[in-house]
């Protein structure tokens, strides 16, 4: 099975203030790790993965994230958040154990607001 | 998300009606994906296509029904709905090589009410 945890509903930062979004994932391989950031009415936009390699990744929009096996998490990082930075974050985990395997399973998602 | 367009954007539909939600993929990508997003609740998978096939189908009810003509395009085809099946429905498409490493990319979504 392959699950992530979001355990923040809300995260709220003042605008040049860093921003963490946490993520928690289980799986029974290596997990393949995913960021997706969605704003009012669109849909969702990739920022970054994680499959093998580094464990700090840099993406889209000056975010990263950085992988810890051992904290079996994926926290997403920006060092000074933006007004524009507004928006629901997803994680989701796709487990490299199952074969053929096109499911991602999504976090429940948090809703970030940036203060001005 | 130019890449990925649904259409139309938003639609309001009677529990009797017959309407179908479209996607078109101009990613040449060989994988596509219908998702139901409904609020404080994961992304619910509902069905995968690889290279015009089927390869999932998530428990979804009858009263939903995908056609997959080609790898460009996907459709939801939906008939006799309830009031809660009203959500956003996400189309996405991968270039899946069978190692769980892609990417998918998502479109902007039908907001579908149904009343």
């Known amino acids: 099975a392959q699950s992530v945890a979001q355990p923040e509903d809300q995260v709220n930062v003042a605008e040049g203030n860093p921003l963490t979004v946490k993520c928690t994932y289980s799986v029974s391989g290596n997990p393949y790790l995913f960021w997706y950031v969605q704003y009012p009415n669109r849909g969702l936009q990739f920022l970054l993965k994680y499959i093998t390699g580094d464990n700090l990744v840099k993406g889209s929009y000056g975010f990263e994230a950085e992988f810890n096996k051992s904290q079996t998490s994926f926290h997403l990082k920006k060092p000074s958040a933006l007004v524009s930075d507004s928006a629901l974050y997803f994680c989701a985990v796709r487990d490299s154990l199952i074969y053929g395997n096109n499911r991602l399973a999504f976090g429940k998602g948090n809703q970030v607001v940036v203060i001005p | 998300e130019t890449g990925v367009t649904q259409t139309p954007r938003h639609l309001v539909m009677g529990m009797t009606n017959k309407k179908s939600l479209k996607c078109e993929q101009h990613?040449?990508?060989?994988?596509m994906y219908w998702y139901k997003q409904s609020a404080k609740k994961p992304l619910e998978l509902m069905f995968v296509?690889?290279?015009?096939?089927?390869?999932e189908n998530n428990s979804v009810p009858s009263r939903f029904s995908p056609e997959c003509p080609n790898s460009s395009h996907l459709f939801l085809h939906l008939h006799t709905l309830q009031p809660e099946d009203s959500a956003l429905y996400l189309c996405a498409s991968s270039q899946d090589k069978g190692g769980g490493t892609d990417t998918q990319y998502f479109g902007p979504g039908t907001r579908l009410t149904v009343l």
């Open positions: 296509y690889n290279f015009k096939e089927q390869t």
């Open positions: 990613l040449g990508h060989n994988a």
